[in-house]
């Protein structure tokens, strides 16, 4: 059997109230990120690349090793989750994109985060 890496990712954005200060524009969003193994060979996440940019075409670029501290490795047929956030200076905004992973056998490979909407209730319809 060939050797298959695919990661899929999930995001579930929530908007932190109690954490954001409207009136100085700060507006803060958790995000529940769960990352499953869809390929036949376990694989570790080494590295995180994410795009965010507020509804007011701000864009800034954050990359690190692993996540939450962690570098997990995650089996076939098996999840990772944790939970991260990020605080806008827009109700509105989007995050997107990739964690470097490698496989067990040594290939290094990408999976790619979709662009998720941050937003902030009753702002979008």
């Known amino acids: 059997m060939a050797a ?11 908007y932190l109230a109690e954490q954001s200060n409207e009136s100085a524009e700060q507006y803060t969003f958790a995000y529940q990120i769960t990352i499953t193994n869809e390929g036949n060979v376990p694989a570790k996440l080494m590295a995180r690349h994410w795009v965010i940019e507020d ?8 990359r690190g090793l692993g996540v939450v501290g962690e570098h997990p490795e995650i089996a076939p047929g098996e999840s990772f989750e944790y939970t991260s956030g990020v605080t806008l200076n827009a109700p509105v905004g989007t995050m997107y994109g990739s964690y470097q992973m490698m496989a067990a056998d040594g290939t290094e490979f990408e999976a790619t985060i979709a662009p998720f909407i941050l937003s902030m209730p009753r702002t979008l319809h």
């Not at 298959?4 to 929530?14: E, L, Q």
């Not at 509804?55 to 954050?62: P, T």
């Open 4 to 14: 298959t890496y695919k990661i899929s990712v999930t995001a579930r954005p929530f």
């Open 55 to 62: 509804g007011q075409g701000q864009k800034q670029e954050v």
